[in-house]
């Protein structure tokens, strides 16, 4: 613990692409921790102890976004045993329009806004006192080309034909949750940013995406170690930015 410089927290680290992200965080960057988020304590627990074993400075930290009660827990964890925090990652997200047949429209767009768009907006709320003792705060949100207006306005645009309302419509909001931060603590410095993963195999679409894990990460690994000079309030992939 002694030689460690920034503190992690990414948001649904137990798996899929927040795993990874953790991964790669703690391997290639020295003085780094992490603090691997997790809704399920064991999960969190098993998650971290694997990382952790390949030497790597991680600790599992529970928090269920979509609980305040959870994330206030969390929030007091980490300013008890850190007094800051410098980078957060609001990686945890759930998809739910194809698969589960909920009962109603209205119940698919409750969780699905409940864990994407709330749970990010009231963690990174709750991270602000914590962030606010970082010399250089770093805010990653992990976002989809599924929320980009300009793609679905094109009739030619990019997966015009997942049928994902509820999804399409968190990410979108959680895109503009985003530049809402940018905007807030541009002055301060902060770096705010958006990234999309792209179709990656992860349990989220039962491992239907083309794309890896370990790409899929990399542009939230880049953009969570942003520099002085790096922009703010952007929404990009590995390949360069996209579309609004
Ligand atoms: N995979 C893709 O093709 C793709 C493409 C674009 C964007 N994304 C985004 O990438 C992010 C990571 O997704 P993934 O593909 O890695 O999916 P995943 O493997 O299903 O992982 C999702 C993670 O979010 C966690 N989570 C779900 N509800 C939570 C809650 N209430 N509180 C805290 N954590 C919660 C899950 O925990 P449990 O294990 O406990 O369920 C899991 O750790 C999501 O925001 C997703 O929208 C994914």
Redesign the pocket.
Known sequence: MASISKIVLI??????????IAKQLASQYKGYHILM????AA?GEEAAEALKKEGLSVEALT?????DR?IEAAAQTVKSKFGHLDVLI??????LDSFTGQPSTRAIFEQTF???LF?AASTTEAFIPLLEKSTAARLVF?????GSLSFLADPEGRHNSVPVPA?RCS?AAMNMLALTYAQRFRTQGWKVNIH??????????RHT?P?T?ED?AKGAVRLATLGEDGDTGTYSEKEGPLPW
Do not use: C, Q
């Open positions: 948001t649904g680290a137990n798996k899929g692409i927040g795993f990874e988020g997790s809704r399920v999960r928090i269920d976004v979509a609980d959870s609001n990686n945890a997200g759930i998809s409940a864990v994407n749970g992990v976002s989809s080309d599924l999804y990410k999309n993963p792209g179709y990656t195999a992860t349990d989220l679409n995406g794309g894990v899929a």
